[in-house]
């Protein structure tokens, strides 16, 4: 609890390392997470430090590693992550290590290289086997035909050559084939008559498969194409267009006998593509096995390392350079941890000198260190969002473990919503060790790390949810309500008691939809619920006003108990600083002002509840005029709560007046006294008008703050009512629907119905509201309560551990 409470006391110690011993000490010291580490080299740029070699094979290593992590998830092949972290790597074994690592790369890239060729080529010889097939059908030539004409000349200058003058012309006839991506078919047709100008003709036909493409590995639908053209100036026309189109072109077989020697050709080749690519994936899958035993120990080696080496060129080296200096900030109860690591890594690396260490005074303020556990954990988040807190003052997360989830609740107070909060977190809490859960996505991640916040605010939640009678929003008659309407009928009282009371008859209750009961009538009202409010209020039509001065009352209480709680924590703070003067000073002006008036507010309160009952209710005056006239009449005479309440007379018209004179001459003489005193001892000097202007503005802004953060506390009352009214809208527009419906098919539409209901009341009642009900909490603790105490303006200690380091595999393969 003393960590907790305060955060632990922490030393500046100077670590004397031997050359021969740094690396072995520094991995002993990432194992147990002891010290944080100073930079001794802050002049240095980080290319200029004595260990910026090592820190570039650490990163080359790590470049590998991404290397082979991305191959191995390419091939579907699982990840093997040990529970156990592997120790940092002996310097004796780096050296085997990066030429393990650097030989596996080589030959994988290798491999893979042959195997991208092969697959392009296997891919290459399909394509053209389906072309051969669909163009079988295009052109049928006869093959004895080989036309020997002379080549004509150039057609630039006509265009309106037909199929007949062409013959005559005496032109060659060729083609091209190949595939075209179907979603360039179109534009590549218009390019060719645009450019060819009409002197081709073209063919297609789409493929009934997809195939995958050689160049991207997209599957995508392909067309074949046949062009068929006139003279070798449109042919090298075609062929550019081809190519500026990405079109595979292959070349198109002459006669029927040399289609059926290519075809016969292309298929021997693809069964023995087909052999040697899945002998060449076979021997790639065992080699990636082989080093997807290995890559999650490496992982985390190379991390270790390059961290010691990242923590060596913090240190500085002694004259003889045989020596490294390190300063490091340590909490006093680790001190003998530090010393027994020391004497691990030297013992490890067999040194004959060990290395030590001594603590050093010094007047920086060291970082915070704090404690926590995985149950702490979230709650010092939250304080630490506002700011990490300065050292040695109070830690507000011991007191928020428990403010925060009842102030959370006090405004999400609902039984059955709750409830369902509080298993969904208990199912965390008891999954907590599931490797799903650590891996999952951001949001489902948020859920997990603040599952014991989760767990503490719905349990709270139905607490407050039975003490407002409020399940879903309906109400829960567990103990009998206290009210009696019979007793409002005037057959249950004798003749003589008529006159004096209001009851009903058959009468009343026929011509009067509304009826009131009256609880100064005897036997309507027999006491209290046990538990929360009556659940007759759930049916009365005044429950509204009711509910919202029970709240607004219940806000303004727990608001002031809170900042008076803030303001108390203050003076420990004081004490421990040393700081009486601020406890006569600040601390319990404070304390008075804050009691004299909204104590004096919530005693109102409390005097009110007990000494007026339901027959003198009528005449209870109102506890906001009687505030208001306390400041703005407070000469005026009114009734008072009790006698003497309000009004004061002066005993003289001029004592004011003196009394200020006299006050004045005091300090008059106060200051001459002080002078005095000053010549006689040497004085420390400050600031005189710096010290006022800030007590001033501090003065200023605590009594203004007071009235403002009260008022800001009435956020539980309005998130109160604002969570019970969607609640009850939400029934009142789908549950009472469903049940209003007949027997023969009200269970048709009930189940619907209930399904919707369930999934507005998660998305709307508990993730929404919930997340604002969160939001509103963390504003009253960081302004309202935590402004009264908490500086926040630490930094906080980071150690120097493994622990820190990331051991999982990122989406993106990244080892960094």
Request: net charge negative.
């Amino acid at each position: 609890m003393g960590s907790l409470f305060r955060s632990e006391t922490v030393c500046l110690a100077q670590l004397f390392l031997q050359s021969g011993t740094a690396y072995e000490c520094l991995s002993a010291l990432g194992e147990k997470g002891l010290v944080q580490f100073r930079d001794l080299n802050q002049n240095v740029s980080s290319f200029q430090r004595k260990f910026v070699g090592e820190v570039k094979r650490c990163e080359e290593l790590e470049r590998i590693l991404v290397y082979l992590v991305q191959e191995i998830n390419r091939a579907d092949i699982p990840l093997p992550e040990g529970e156990a972290s592997p120790p940092a790597p002996p310097l004796k074994q780096v050296l085997e290590m990066q030429e393990q690592l650097q030989k596996l790369e080589v030959e994988l890239r290798e491999v893979i290289k042959n195997k991208e060729k092969l697959r392009k080529n296997l891919l290459e010889l399909i394509e053209y086997t389906h072309m051969l097939r669909v163009t079988k059908t295009f052109v049928k030539r006869n093959v004895e035909f080989e036309p020997t004409y002379e080549e004509f000349p150039s057609l630039e200058s006509d265009s309106l050559l037909d199929y007949s003058c062409m013959q005559r012309l005496g032109a060659k006839l060729g083609f091209v084939s190949g595939l075209i991506n179907q979603g360039k078919v179109e534009a590549f047709e218009k390019m060719l008559w645009r450019v060819c100008k009409g002197y081709t003709i073209v063919s297609y036909a789409e493929l009934d498969e997809s195939l995958e493409d050689s160049e991207t590995g997209e599957v995508i639908k392909w067309y074949v194409f046949l062009i068929s053209f006139w003279g070798e100036q449109i042919g090298h026309k075609v062929k550019k267009i081809c190519d500026c189109y990405h079109c595979h072109v292959y070349p198109y077989p002459n006669t029927a006998e040399e289609r059926r020697e290519i075809q016969e050709g292309l298929n021997t080749r693809i069964q023995d593509l087909y052999t040697v690519l899945h002998k060449t994936e076979d021997y790639l899958r065992q080699v990636l096995c082989k080093a997807a035993e290995s890559v999650y120990s490496r992982v985390i080696q190379v991390k270790k390392m390059k961290a010691i080496y990242h923590m060596l060129n913090m240190c500085s080296f002694d004259v003889t350079n045989k020596c490294l200096i390190a300063e490091v900030w340590c909490p006093e109860a680790d001190l003998q941890d530090l010393r027994r690591a020391l004497e691990e890594g030297s013992r490890e690396s067999g040194a004959t000198i060990p290395s030590f260490m001594n603590v050093i005074p010094t007047n920086e303020t060291p970082p915070t260190r704090i404690r926590t556990n995985k149950f702490t954990e979230g709650f010092q988040n939250i304080v630490d969002a506002y700011g990490v807190g300065s050292y040695r003052e109070v830690n507000p997360a011991l007191f928020t473990i428990i403010t925060f989830p009842f102030l959370f609740a006090v405004m999400f107070g609902d039984f059955g919503h709750g409830f369902v909060m509080f298993l969904f977190a208990l199912l965390l809490v008891l999954n907590e060790n599931h490797p799903r859960l650590n891996q999952s996505q951001e949001i489902m991640r948020m859920f997990f790390n603040g599952r014991y916040i989760l767990l503490l605010m719905g349990l709270f939640s139905v607490y407050t949810g039975l003490i407002y009678n409020d399940c879903f929003s309906k109400s829960v008659n567990l103990f009998g309500s206290g009210w009696n309407v019979s007793a409002m009928y005037s057959s249950s009282h004798p003749p003589a008691e008529h006159k004096k009371m209001v009851l009903w008859n058959d009468s009343v209750v026929r011509h009067n939809s509304i009826l009131q009961l009256d609880p100064s009538v005897p036997g309507v009202f027999r006491g209290p619920y046990p538990l929360g409010i009556d659940p007759i209020w759930n049916l009365a039509t005044n429950r509204l006003t009711f509910l919202n001065s029970f709240k607004m009352k219940m806000s303004v209480i727990l608001g002031i108990i809170h900042m008076t709680f803030g303001v108390i924590l203050g003076i420990f703070n004081h004490l421990h600083f040393r700081k009486k003067f601020n406890i006569y000073l600040v601390s319990i002006p404070e304390l008075l002002f804050m009691l004299c008036i909204f104590g004096y507010l919530i005693f109102m309160i409390f005097y009110k509840w007990l000494v007026f009952s339901a027959e003198t209710s009528r005449v209870a005056p109102s506890i906001l005029i009687e505030f208001i006239n306390m400041f703005l009449f407070p000469a005026s005479k009114t009734s008072g709560l009790y006698t003497g309440q309000s009004g004061y007379t002066l005993i003289r018209k001029d004592s004011e007046e003196e009394v200020s004179l006299l006050g004045s001459q005091d300090v008059e003489e106060g200051n001459h006294q002080v002078e005095d005193g000053c010549r006689e001892m040497v004085c420390e000097e400050f600031n005189f008008g710096e010290i006022l202007m800030t007590q001033v503005i501090h003065s200023i802004e605590y009594c203004l703050g007071c009235i403002s953060n009260t008022a800001s506390y009435l956020r539980l009352w309005a998130l109160s009512l604002a969570h019970a009214q969607l609640s009850d809208v939400l029934w009142a527009m789908l549950m009472r629907v469903g049940l209003r419906v007949d027997t023969t098919y009200g269970v048709l539409l009930l189940l619907p119905v209930i399904a919707l209901f369930a999934v507005l009341t998660i998305f709307i009642l508990l993730i929404m509201e919930g997340l604002s009900a969160f939001l509103h909490t963390i504003r009253l603790h960081w302004v309202e309560f935590q402004n009264k105490f908490y500086v926040g303006a630490g930094t906080k200690f980071v150690p120097f551990s493994f622990s820190l380091l990331s051991s999982k595999f990122s989406n993106d393969d990244s080892v960094a």
